[in-house]
């Protein structure tokens, strides 16, 4: 099921996008401002964004200019009331896939929102391709060079997290809450046992490190 991130502070239309998105198939998230979003993206693998522009603290495009600054590949669809040209070339220019004027129609929506996923390749297959090396979501695999590199569930998940928000580094208190369970008696520190295990399986890997970030966590920086 592909997950949807819902951007917008009007509660009730949030609210509305994410029911009708629910019923139709996908996982919808709804956030009311850019930070709350942002806190979302660091738990969560988005498949795609729904955004307002005039949104309180944090607007729209600085958002996606964040957001961009991560993710290069995640499709991007403003949702608003601007309808002036000058909003939707800075909406493009900074990155947006698509532009939609309110009051939305919710089936052009569901419409818009598949189309990017097809164009984005999502739908089909979720891979990482980082130089030589490969992740596939769906399939569960790695490889480097066409050979298997054997990970275990949580190696992968961990992994995955890092390279799809390169140079983004993630506490390991932030990497504890989404990939071990509430009630689990290992500390922190088991977070550096698995990035050790992951460095000596990908040790023959030059195109990307993870790298430590002392005092905080970890994060993938690509070569």
């Keep these: 099921m592909f997950k949807i991130l819902v951007v917008e502070d009007d509660r009730d239309l949030n609210r509305s996008v994410c029911s009708f998105l629910n019923r139709s198939g996908y996982e919808a998230v709804g956030c009311l401002d850019a930070e709350s979003a942002y806190d979302e993206m660091y738990k969560t693998t988005?498949?795609?964004?729904?955004?307002?522009?005039?949104?309180?603290?944090?607007d729209g495009f600085e958002f996606v200019k964040t957001v961009r600054s991560l993710n290069n590949d995640i499709p991007i669809l403003f949702m608003?009331?601007?309808?002036?040209?000058a909003s939707k070339q800075r909406g493009y220019r900074i990155g947006i896939d698509d532009y939609m004027t309110k009051p939305i129609d919710l089936d052009?929506?569901?419409?818009?929102?598949?189309?990017?996923?097809?164009?984005?390749?999502?739908?089909s297959s979720r891979r990482l391709e980082v130089g030589e090396f490969v992740m596939d979501a769906d399939e569960r695999s790695?490889?480097?060079?066409?050979?298997?590199?054997?990970?275990?569930?949580?190696e992968f998940d961990l992994l995955y997290k890092l390279l799809s928000y390169p140079k983004k580094t993630f506490t390991r208190t932030q990497l504890m809450d989404e990939f071990w369970d509430v009630d689990t008696q290992a500390s922190t520190r088991t977070v550096d046992v698995y990035m050790t295990k992951l460095r000596a399986k990908l040790a023959d890997c030059d195109s990307f490190e993870i790298q430590t970030v002392h005092g905080l966590g970890y994060k993938a920086v690509i070569k």
């Design 80 to 85: 608003t009331a601007r309808d002036d040209f």
């Design 46 to 58: 988005f498949d795609c964004i729904v955004s307002d522009i005039m949104m309180p603290k944090i």
């Design 142 to 154: 790695a490889s480097l060079n066409g050979e298997d590199i054997p990970l275990t569930a949580r």
């Design 108 to 123: 052009e929506l569901f419409l818009r929102i598949g189309a990017l996923l097809r164009r984005s390749k999502i739908a």
